[in-house]
Antibody
């Protein structure tokens, strides 16, 4: 069965960086893209960006351009999301999600990773 | 950026009743619209894609309709497990993508 398993919770200071991993199993990793979606406490969902696991192409949300980098390691079927220059409003649960047939909607999601930014 | 607006923010419904949720796009997204259900402490779950196609394993009481800028998610007879927050998402000219602000369906 398809599974996306994310790394554990992180606590970071303002200005630091965080890197969250998302290990995929149960399907051919390079046949689908991975998006990252975040959710601040008590708030809605925010799409952060997408990476093709086939060729590494990326597309990032405009507001995060320059601070976010998404990568994949096809040898371990793992996707990564790195966010730099963290601010308090980056505190959120970060989800990875599989892009169904490269269409743009998400059929499987990771369990989420809480990133807390606090001094 | 395409802005997605959901209404109402909160919907109070009794079990067994019908719930109708709305989602409006700031410009046409054709039928490139998905709906998700999210329960507290859980990841979102895909319900509907292509505006009206149910995802695998989704009960028939969930239905989606609309195209262009106006979309509706209908839950025909609310079950206890359906009380949750629902989000619409547009993926026209993917990527990028945007989500609506959500509608919370609560027990009346």
């Amino acid at each position: 069965q398809v599974q996306l398993v994310q790394s554990g919770a992180e606590v970071k200071k303002p200005g630091a960086s965080v890197k969250v991993s998302c290990k995929a199993s149960g399907y051919t990793f390079t046949s689908y893209g991975i998006s990252w979606v975040r959710q601040a406490p008590g708030q809605g969902l925010e799409w952060m960006g997408w990476i093709s696991a086939y060729n590494g192409n990326t597309n990032y949300a405009q507001k995060l351009q320059g601070r976010v980098t998404m990568t994949t390691d096809t040898s371990t079927s793992t996707a990564y999301m790195e966010l730099r220059s963290l601010r308090s409003d980056d505190t959120a649960v970060y989800y990875c999600a599989r892009d169904f047939d490269s269409s743009g909607f998400f059929d499987y999601w990771g369990q989420g990773t809480l990133v807390t930014v606090s001094s | 950026e395409i802005v997605m607006t959901q209404s109402p923010a909160t919907l109070s419904v009794s079990p067994g009743e019908r719930a109708t949720l709305s989602c409006r796009a700031s410009q046409s997204v054709s039928s490139n619209l998905a709906w998700y259900q999210q329960k507290p402490g859980q990841a979102p779950r895909l319900l509907i894609y292509g505006a009206s196609t149910r995802a695998t394993g989704i009960p028939a009481r969930f239905s989606g309709s609309g195209s262009g800028t106006e979309f509706t998610l209908t839950i025909s007879s609310l079950q206890s497990e359906d009380f949750a927050v629902y989000y619409c998402q547009q993926y026209n000219n993917w990527p990028p993508s945007t989500f609506g602000g959500g509608t919370k369906v609560e027990i009346k």
